[in-house]
């Protein structure tokens, strides 16, 4: 659920912005972020958005079309049944792009789904500006499986 706060000011320098939960109950209350845009670039955010959901909707014309589909949860968040989650590096080098392939293929499905990123915020593939962004290397490979997966 994403929720719009609203506008605040903030002066320039340092500030802070405190969030406290106000509703009543013992429940817990989990925060995936808080996004702070700059009030001019808005508008054309918002019309990007638009444009962008659009577009979107052709895609999913084709998605339907294409009947089964498959969706696929992996990264280096995913942990082998047994033993230590390796890194990044040798997790996304030991993926095995064309028995992939071929199970996807063996199922019959017209398409198939891939999460980017998930939990651990790492994406299997050298995208530099994840790492112009967040200034750590180790959320990106170096080998491109997203590349190859949609070869």
Known sequence: MRIDAGSIA????????????????????????????????WA????????????SSATRDQFSKSGLGLMFQYG???????????DIETHTNAFDVNAFADLVQSTGAGHDIWSVSWWTYQMQAPISSVDAVVGNGARTATRDLIGALAD
């Open 10 to 41: 903030v002066p320039a320098g340092t500030s802070s912005i405190t969030m406290s939960r106000i509703s009543g109950g013992n429940g817990t209350a989990s925060i995936k972020s808080i996004e702070l845009v700059s009030a001019a670039p």
């Open 44 to 55: 054309g955010f918002q019309q990007r958005v638009a444009e962008f959901k659009l577009a």
């Open 76 to 86: 280096p968040w995913s942990h082998p049944s047994t033993g230590a989650n390796p």
